[in-house]
């Protein structure tokens, strides 16, 4: 495979690489990139405003959460410190210790990985402001790099469909960055900030995960590139991915890449080509494109993030129309401590409490549930599995839920999941309520 070549020009510049969810060493561009500089200081920081609650009153991140990011975080560190190089992780206010190192390690260069997000925005907005160094985005979140889609953000059509359509008549997704043997040396002033960092130990408490669970998720690169391997050359099961990806129990009915996706462990484009080398050796067929459509419907909603920016956040969405401005405690009690009455919400409602995990056509249902039968505020929903879910991406959560509030980019806006009809279908006999309720 040949590799992707950078337009950023690092050469003899001091720079200081700003990891967000792209914790890995394969596929990416900053790193590959670091060779050619003088100095590199790879750091990562925690918002001290994760800890705070969050305006409907319950936490941003689980414990579990925490715990696969810290173990991504070490494993991390430890391959930097193998190629000559460090990671040095923080906890605080984000843009007071970036310009901080700016100033402590005389940078010119500030890389990051652009997160269409209010708060990640505004991070790297306050730096700007302060500083007039060179900044530049690193692209490894979405499968298709921005500068190749064929029309502008402002023109992404209104529909997945039609974005799909157009994106695979001549779909570009670029080669992976190599891999390097060599990092730039560390600023030799990095010492200073030693004070500042985070003993990201703290984060890896013992918790107990149900057994019954479809995912026990360490965290990543290795464990992510092991399960990319054992689900495609393997297993094989991908092939029949589009066959298995409703069902609700076990670990293999779909891939579960998304806790490695959602921190960066796994890099879609790596996953992108080895589904290619996988149909080549194996035969393509349509469950090996269904899982390139799924991420063609990841990417769409990091674009959409991009175009509406903080409208993904709000009670009315992208078209101003969700009818339930309530928020009742009594009924989100029900619902997030599973006690609604309705057998199947409440089986999946537990599964997530208690993994951190739930099957797409359970995360359809709980949200249409509380959406059209509780008829509740949605962003109460989407904050609850902000705080549990452990493959939390902003974009997906905040978009997948607009859509199924019928204020995202669905064509039908009145789509109902029918829970009855939905369990009697998906869960016909009855065993994954019972594997949660009994
Ligand atoms: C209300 C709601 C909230 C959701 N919140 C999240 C979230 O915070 N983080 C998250 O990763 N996924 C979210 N999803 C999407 C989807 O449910 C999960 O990605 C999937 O269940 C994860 O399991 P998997 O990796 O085995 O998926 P697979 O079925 O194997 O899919 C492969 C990958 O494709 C992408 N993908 C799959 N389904 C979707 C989708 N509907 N939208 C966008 N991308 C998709 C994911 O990256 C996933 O890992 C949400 C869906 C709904 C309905």
Redesign the pocket.
Known sequence: MQTTKSEINISNKNVLYLFRNDLRIHDNEALYLSQFAKTFLPIYIIDEKEDELNQFGFSRISKQRKKIRAHSLLELKSKLNKLGSDLFIFKGNVANIIKDLIITNDTNLLLYQNIEAEEELRHIDDVKKYTSIEICIVNCKSLIVNEDLPFNISNLPSMFTAFRKIVEKNLVVRDTFQHYTQMAQLPTEHIKIHTQIYNIYEDIEEIEIDRRTS?FIKGGEQEGLNRLNY?LFESKKISN?KQT?NELLGPD??????????YGSLS?RF?YHEIKKYESINGANESTYW?VF??L??D??IFLSKKFGNKIFQLHGLDNKYPYENISKEIFLKWSEFNTGNDFIDANMKELYLTG????R???N??SYWCKDLKQDWRV??SW??YL?I???????????Q??AGIGVDPRADRYFNTAKQAATYDPNNTYRKHWLQ
């Open positions: 995912v689900y991915y990806r009915y779909s891939s579960k890449f998304s806790s490695y996706l959602s879609p996953i899982l799924e991420l419907w990841r769409y909603f995990y739930m099957s797409n359970g995360r359809q709980v949200a929903g989407a599995f902000e879910l493959d939390y991406d902003v974009h997906i959560n905040w978009c997948n839920w859509y199924i």
